[in-house]
């Protein structure tokens, strides 16, 4: 059984930082490309970042030079790591895979405001 639990989200001011985590279970975590995800309330769900299985990385323009997408195959785990946090980042944010078929987090929670 495929899982991926994120962990971190939370309630941050304008400008600050969050660490978003995913732990994978159920795959050979290390052959694959993790993404995360986010939906805004009444928005599509729009990709923020993916780290291939070689590392290979893109960032969503919204998000270049403030977030940071990284893997620990050693743990199974992704992360988020952002700055500069504006309001238009707030929405939940989803862990997300493709191992044969589409894998999703429950989702965490991630509000900016003052």
């Known amino acids: 059984q495929v899982q991926l639990v994120e962990s971190g989200g939370g309630l941050v001011q304008p400008g600050g930082s969050l660490r978003l985590s995913c732990t994978v279970s159920?795959?050979?975590?290390?052959?694959?490309?993790m993404a995360w995800y986010r939906q805004a309330p009444g928005k599509q769900r729009e990709l923020v970042a993916r780290?291939?299985?070689?590392?290979?990385?893109i960032y969503v323009d919204a998000v270049k030079g403030r977030f940071t997408i990284s893997r620990d195959n050693d743990k199974n785990t992704v992360y988020l790591e952002m700055n500069s946090l504006q309001p238009e980042d707030t929405a939940v944010y989803y862990c997300?895979?493709?191992?044969?078929?589409?894998?999703w987090g429950q989702g965490t929670q991630v509000t900016v405001s003052s």
């Open positions: 159920g795959i050979i975590f290390s052959i694959y490309h």
């Open positions: 997300n895979t493709n191992a044969a078929q589409w894998y």
């Open positions: 780290i291939t299985s070689g590392r290979r990385i």
